[in-house]
């Protein structure tokens, strides 16, 4: 069940009061020019982990409404700062208004970032843009160490829907080698034993 008007714009002014880069019509203030409107990519100085979490459950809460645009106004700013929780957020947003390729772009940025699952957003729709080839090149430069595991998923994802099945069973038995390459099949032996 959805909230009526009347419970979210008694519940934003609440979330957002200690956010010191919103104004009572949720745009970031620092981003109005009265001549050309809403300003991009903008920073808000004082981000701190409170106001980021709250930011982010204001966001969810028009999400179920839905007022995406509202929620990309929250998100926008967080995201252009580096959080990458709500880059995830602001990508899952996009993609639910069908803006595919900026959705990719803030998933991207999440999955660099660590966030996990971000990476088969970003993988999810460049497959559905038939952009495989760009999509394993993007998961080759990903270095993020906690990434490895969702990386060789995505990667043998990815192959398989090329058809490069041998690829992608190397990828996933054997990983990836330091400079982005696919492992070669190796081998543990046990040391020997001599008797004496």
Known sequence: MGLDNHMITSTVPALLSGLPCYTKD??????????????PNVQCPGLHENSTRTSIELA????????????????????????????????KTLEAKEKLDE????????????????????????????????????????????????????????LASMGRDEEAKRVRSYGWEPDGSISTPWSITPPSSKEG
């Open 103 to 158: 959705a990719i772009v803030w998933y991207q940025k999440s999955a660099e970032d660590g966030t996990f699952g971000a990476a088969h957003g970003a993988v999810r729709l460049m497959l559905r843009a038939e952009r495989a080839s760009e999509a394993l090149a993007w998961l080759r430069s990903i270095s993020d160490p906690d990434a490895s595991h969702e990386r060789v998923e995505c990667a043998e994802w990815v």
């Open 60 to 91: 969810h809460l028009l999400q179920q409404e839905p007022r995406h645009d509202e929620a990309i106004a929250v998100l926008t700013p967080l995201a252009t700062v580096g959080s990458s929780q709500a880059q995830h957020e602001l990508a």
């Open 26 to 39: 949720m745009t970031p203030h620092h981003s109005r020019d009265r001549r050309t409107g809403p300003i």
